[in-house]
Structure formats: structure tokens, C-alpha cells
């Protein structure tokens, strides 16, 4: 069975992407956040609530009324036709950078707002920067395109977590699904311990696994080639710049939305992975990633939303592939979530009930994919050995 045939069980019928702009608009589903934010600046009070609830309750209510979207794309589509899908990401930057820096402005400089409304404000804006900002930083920084890169990584400098390229490219795909991995939510893990593990563990991996590479390369660690040099100035000259638009204030709000947006993102990184491990094979190896372990979710609004990352078990195989061409895999070969990442997410905030809702999920899992194995509790652990060559 081909990757294209495992995304349906069988070989799906593919539908092409002709490449116009009507096609693409439903990605574009994001720029509705932008008014949304300018109403809840100017309001204040209630209005405040409609920020985090767009990408968390009205797109999940939404996904209830539309249903499933389970179509797969012709993976063959030419990158010409793929502009108007692209182009959402490209143009994301620029638009998060002026409502973060724009709403700093305007609240440092009216009386309007109290102190909890500014908060409730950046807390909303956070959200959008961790659910839509972190996943366009997430398509760019898997391409090869300079450009894209470069945006990722300002993307991810708005939040003050450059180091997440690093993490992600050289430590997460590689080894997702086993102990190498700080990513990978252990069985029975609430979030409220994950939370702080990743915060501790990621940027350490991270910096371990750039110096490996610049090793290997003949290369000490302060070479200019370490990105983590990129990562800290960015961070930097964000923090500069929301000293000059806004001060001190500016400043505390601006690190304010970045935790914010670090949460969200920890939090969609524990849902994705949660309970699946790769089968230990012995002397430090574990088998091939498969579409088997990553959650995903078919629910098609909120798909637009985080441009098919819910299409998750595709993205872990083939890792360049643009968002628009990410095949659905059922869950004939793919476990599969109830709900989309956001409300998934929020669910996850209440370690009872996630556990409630996902142990089961998980049990099935292991029944369905490795009905060999009988003891689970190294696994529950995640004590085997790391791979040799693990940096």
C-alpha cells in the first residue's frame, strides 16, 4: 500500500486543485480575527470574549454544523497552483505584527481599557498568535524556500520561541514516539505536568541537537551558522520595539501574548501525540513513523483554520508537503479525534476528563496496532533507550 493509498484504506479519488482564488478563501478563514480584534480594543468588556472565542468555540460550532471534510488532493498538484493557498502564510506577518504592535500602541496610549480588560485583550491576541501564527510558522519552516524560513522564524520570534524551529525539524520528526522526543505526550501525562516539562526540556534539545549538526560540520558552537544567534536577536529587537511603542507596559503585554501563544501551541503539540509511541525494537531502535502515530481530525472548518494541521499523519510522512496537498487518513490507518485540535485542546485543561475521553482511545490504539506487546508499562514510562545516533 502506497502512502496515497493509506490515506483512505484504499486508493481515494483525488480531487484537483484548479488554483483559483475562490478555491483557496476558506483558508483565509484567519483575516475574520482581525476586525474582531479591533472591535474588542475599542469595546472592551464582553467584546473581549469574541477573540478567543473565534479560533476555540464559534469554528468548533461551526465544524459541528459542516461536518467531516475527508477529499484528498491530488499530492501532484503543480506548486504554481498552490499561489492563493500559499499566500495566506506569506502575507501573515506583516498582519500579526501590526495588530501585536498596533494594539500595544492604542492601549499604551487611551485611558478606556482597565488593567484586567488590557489583559483580556492580549490574552485573546495571544490566542491567535499561538492557533494561527505558530501553524503558518509551522508551514514556512518546513519549506525550503528561504523566504518562507525567514517568515517562519519571524513568526516565532513574536513569541519569544525561535528555538522551536531547531526543536521541531531536528528532534521532533525524528524521533516523535519515543523518549527522545519532549514533545510527545506520555499515557496518562495531564497537561499541567507536560507544560512545564516541554518549557524545561525543548530549548535544551533544541541547542544540543544545533551544536551536534554545526559538530558535524566541522563547526564550533558560536558559529554565526547557529541559528540560535537568529533566534535571540529577533527576540530581542521585539522586546526593543514594544519598549518604544509602549514602555514598560507595552513590554509586559508583549510577553504576555507570547506565553500565551507558547501555551497554545504546548498544548496543540500534547493533543497531536498523545499516548502513541513507536514500537522498541531492540538495542536502542524503534520502528519507522506511520500514520498511526498522530491524532487527527477530519472536521473541516477548523481545518481552514489551522490549514490542515489536523491532517497530521500525512504531515509526519511526508514533512515538506504543502498544506493544501496534506491527505486525510482514516482511521483504518490513523486514530482519530472526536473533536478538532481546539476544543480537543480545551478539553485537555481538565486532566479528569481528558483522561476519561483519551485513555480509552488510547487502549484501543495499542490493541488495534500492537496487539503483540502485552506489557505496556515501559512505554508508560518511556524508559527505553535512546537511539544511538540520537543527538
Known amino acids: 500500500m502506497t502512502q496515497e493509498d ?3 484504506g484504499s486508493t481515494p479519488r483525488l480531487r484537483p486543485i484548479r488554483g483559483t482564488l475562490g478555491e483557496a478563501l476558506p483558508f483565509w478563514i484567519s483575516l475574520l480575527i482581525i476586525p474582531l480584534v479591533a472591535f474588542a480594543a475599542t469595546t472592551g468588556g464582553w467584546a473581549l470574549l469574541l477573540v478567543p472565542a473565534f479560533p476555540w468555540w464559534i469554528t468548533s460550532l461551526l465544524d459541528a454544523l459542516t461536518g467531516l471534510d475527508r477529499r484528498n488532493a491530488d499530492p501532484n498538484t503543480p506548486e ?8 495566506i502564510t506569506l502575507l501573515w ?6 495588530v501585536i504592535f498596533g494594539a500595544i500602541r492604542y492601549v499604551t496610549h487611551t485611558d478606556h481599557l482597565s488593567g484586567w480588560e488590557k489583559l483580556g485583550l492580549f490574552f485573546g491576541i495571544g490566542i491567535v498568535s499561538g492557533t494561527i501564527g505558530i501553524t503558518y510558522a509551522h508551514e514556512l519552516m518546513h519549506q525550503k524556500n528561504r523566504l518562507e524560513r525567514w517568515l517562519g522564524d519571524l513568526l516565532m520570534g513574536l513569541v519569544l520561541y525561535g528555538h522551536f524551529r531547531s526543536e ?15 514533545v510527545t505526550a506520555r499515557y496518562n501525562e495531564g497537561f499541567h505536568r507536560f507544560f512545564p516539562r516541554v518549557l524545561a526540556e525543548c530549548p535544551r534539545s533544541a541547542w544540543k541537537a544545533e551544536v551536534a549538526r554545526l559538530a558535524r560540520a566541522g563547526l ?25 511603542v509602549g514602555g514598560r507596559e507595552g513590554v509586559g503585554l508583549f510577553i504576555f501574548q507570547a506565553f500565551i501563544a507558547v501555551w497554545q501551541l504546548e498544548l496543540t503539540n500534547y493533543v497531536e501525540h498523545y499516548g502513541l509511541t ?3 525494537l531492540g538495542n536502542g531502535r524503534y520502528e519507522p513513523v506511520g500514520p498511526h502515530h498522530s491524532w487527527n481530525a477530519a472536521h473541516r472548518v477548523t481545518n481552514w483554520l489551522l490549514i490542515n494541521l489536523q491532517r497530521h499523519s500525512d504531515h509526519h510522512i511526508k514533512p515538506q508537503r504543502r498544506f493544501p496537498l496534506l491527505q486525510n487518513h482514516d482511521e483504518r490507518v490513523a486514530p482519530q479525534l472526536p473533536f478538532g485540535y481546539p476544543l480537543t485542546g480545551f478539553i485537555a485543561m481538565a486532566p479528569p476528563l481528558w483522561k476519561r475521553m483519551m485513555n480509552p482511545r488510547v487502549k484501543e490504539w495499542r490493541r488495534t496496532f500492537y496487539p503483540e506487546i502485552g506489557d505496556w508499562r515501559p512505554y508508560r514510562r518511556m524508559d527505553f533507550p535512546l537511539p544511538r545516533n540520537a543527538p
Open 6 to 8: 493509506a490515506a483512505g
Open 80 to 87: 504554481k497552483r498552490l499561489f492563493w493557498y500559499r499566500l
Open 93 to 98: 506577518f506583516p498582519i500579526e505584527f501590526a
Open 168 to 182: 521541531h525539524l531536528l528532534v521532533h520528526h525524528p524521533w516523535v514516539g519515543t523518549p527522545r522526543d519532549a
Open 220 to 244: 564550533p558552537w558560536w558559529h554565526l551558522r547557529n541559528p540560535f544567534w537568529r533566534y535571540g536577536a529577533l527576540a530581542a529587537l521585539f522586546l526593543v520595539l514594544a519598549w518604544l
Open 278 to 280: 513507536r514500537k522498541h
